[in-house]
């Protein structure tokens, strides 16, 4: 049966959610509508270059190497947590991991980010990609094992890059400010464009399943680059296959965070509402628009995610605890919330202030009565 389809997944048995060291967790509960005595918080990019653990461990390791590396990606998912005390760890990994392991010729580069040695951009292109083995998934399977080993009660994100995300990659050829040819192949050669969104979901589907199966008690999608979009494109062709990647999880019944940079105008899509195909748990929310305007758009059957603004972290400790105070308080309004940030952690961040955050939100309780001052 199809893994998108095949409605028999299930954990097994020594999963941490299957056999509760995860379940009664403050991340689980919040992502499953309830609203724990304890807020949960982790930090996007939490594992990686504020930290100086990472920078020493990383010398002379490229950066795709260490993805693949078990031992190597383990203890860099393990070190924010040790140091932080969050109340999750984030799977150290890269979005076009998956698609390097699919076979495309892809690096990351220094100072710039993701290159492609030949960009996807006719329908030759797209039917030279290959499917994902799952074999070529063990490093990932290997290094989540010895994550969830080490975590006991502390629950691991799996995550993914979601289809229009690696799609912009993969027909610009590398990062881009507008995605101007990837959104003309949407417009010019639709079924090209169908074609390819379809690859990138079963290939993101597959590395959130592998890290799902291997012990992962939720996964969040990031779709980096939605906010280029506009809401018609969105819905007709990019959100069915959001909703394909994370249908690959669906069966096994672990939250399912979606989160995108800029998405306000697609946020309640995001979150699955109205003509939407997505249903997730929880919606990440970047940091443009206040929590309680989120609700108005997302409504409260959704968890929310977020959303404190990076830039933030550098200013002055009051000035970023009254930012903290006010996004809880904002977050009040959802009928759960994490804590985090609108997008990812900073590398120049000092990292006693992530901590100095964790233990602020720690010390709210459930939000709930910052919500009611």
Not at 58 to 73: K, S
């Given at each position: 049966?199809d893994?998108?389809?095949?409605?028999?997944?299930?954990?097994?048995?020594?999963?941490?959610?299957?056999?509760?060291?995860?379940?009664?967790?403050?991340l689980?509960?919040?992502?499953?509508?309830?609203?724990?005595e304890?807020?949960p918080?982790?930090?996007?990019r939490?594992?990686?270059?504020?930290?100086?653990?990472?920078?020493?461990?990383?010398?002379?390791?490229?950066?795709l190497?260490?993805?693949?590396d078990?031992?190597?990606?383990?203890?860099?998912?393990?070190?924010?947590?040790?140091?932080?005390?969050?109340?999750?760890g984030?799977?150290?990994?890269?979005?076009?991991?998956?698609?390097?392991?699919?076979?495309?010729?892809?690096?990351?580069?220094?100072?710039r980010?993701?290159?492609?040695?030949?960009?996807?951009r006719?329908?030759?292109?797209?039917?030279?990609?290959?499917?994902?083995?799952?074999?070529?998934?063990?490093?990932?399977?290997?290094?989540?094992a010895?994550?969830?080993?080490?975590?006991?009660t502390?629950?691991?994100?799996g995550?993914?890059?979601?289809?229009?995300?690696?799609?912009?990659?993969?027909?610009?050829?590398?990062?881009?400010?507008?995605?101007?040819?990837?959104?003309?192949?949407?417009?010019?050669?639709p079924?090209?464009?169908?074609?390819?969104?379809?690859?990138?979901?079963?290939?993101?589907?597959?590395?959130?399943?592998?890290?799902?199966?291997?012990?992962a008690?939720?996964?969040?999608?990031f779709?980096?680059?939605?906010g280029?979009?506009?809401?018609?494109?969105y819905?007709?062709?990019?959100?069915?296959?959001?909703?394909?990647?994370?249908?690959?999880?669906?069966?096994?019944?672990?939250?399912?965070?979606?989160?995108?940079?800029?998405?306000?105008?697609?946020?309640?899509?995001?979150?699955?509402?109205?003509?939407?195909?997505l249903?997730?748990?929880?919606?990440?929310?970047?940091?443009?628009?206040?929590?309680?305007?989120?609700?108005?758009?997302?409504?409260?059957?959704?968890?929310?995610?977020?959303?404190?603004?990076?830039?933030?972290?550098s200013?002055?400790?009051?000035?970023?605890?009254?930012?903290?105070?006010?996004?809880?308080a904002?977050?009040?309004?959802?009928?759960?919330?994490?804590?985090?940030?609108?997008?990812?952690?900073?590398?120049?961040?000092?990292?006693?202030?992530?901590?100095?955050?964790?233990e602020?939100?720690?010390?709210?309780?459930?939000?709930?009565?910052?919500?009611?001052?």
């Amino acid at each position: 049966m199809d893994a998108v389809t095949d409605a028999t997944l299930a954990l097994p048995p020594a999963h941490p959610l299957a056999s509760g060291a995860t379940a009664n967790s403050p991340l689980v509960r919040a992502l499953r509508g309830d609203r724990p005595e304890q807020l949960p918080v982790w930090f996007m990019r939490q594992a990686g270059r504020s930290l100086p653990e990472y920078r020493e461990l990383r010398i002379g390791t490229a950066m795709l190497d260490a993805c693949l590396d078990p031992a190597m990606a383990s203890e860099i998912t393990l070190q924010p947590v040790r140091r932080h005390g969050v109340d999750a760890g984030i799977f150290f990994s890269d979005i076009v991991v998956p698609i390097k392991l699919a076979g495309v010729d892809v690096d990351i580069v220094p100072g710039r980010g993701p290159v492609l040695g030949s960009p996807i951009r006719s329908a030759a292109d797209v039917d030279r990609l290959e499917p994902l083995d799952p074999s070529a998934l063990s490093p990932i399977q290997d290094a989540v094992a010895r994550t969830v080993a080490e975590l006991g009660t502390t629950p691991l994100i799996g995550f993914a890059g979601a289809p229009f995300t690696l799609a912009a990659y993969l027909v610009e050829g590398g990062p881009s400010k507008d995605h101007i040819r990837a959104r003309t192949l949407m417009h010019a050669e639709p079924e090209v464009w169908d074609r390819l969104l379809t690859w990138a979901a079963d290939v993101s589907g597959a590395f959130l399943r592998a890290q799902v199966l291997a012990g992962a008690s939720a996964v969040q999608l990031f779709d980096s680059w939605v906010g280029s979009l506009s809401r018609a494109d969105y819905l007709a062709r990019v959100a069915p296959h959001s909703a394909r990647a994370l249908d690959h999880v669906r069966a096994t019944g672990v939250p399912r965070i979606h989160f995108g940079v800029g998405s306000a105008e697609v946020l309640a899509d995001m979150a699955g509402n109205g003509d939407s195909p997505l249903d997730v748990d929880a919606v990440g929310v970047d940091w443009r628009i206040p929590l309680d305007d989120a609700v108005r758009r997302v409504g409260t059957e959704h968890t929310l995610q977020g959303n404190i603004d990076p830039a933030m972290l550098s200013a002055p400790w009051p000035v970023l605890e009254a930012h903290v105070r006010d996004v809880v308080a904002r977050g009040g309004a959802a009928r759960a919330h994490v804590v985090n940030l609108g997008h990812g952690v900073p590398p120049e961040t000092d990292p006693t202030v992530l901590t100095r955050v964790v233990e602020l939100v720690h010390s709210l309780g459930s939000g709930a009565s910052e919500a009611a001052e």
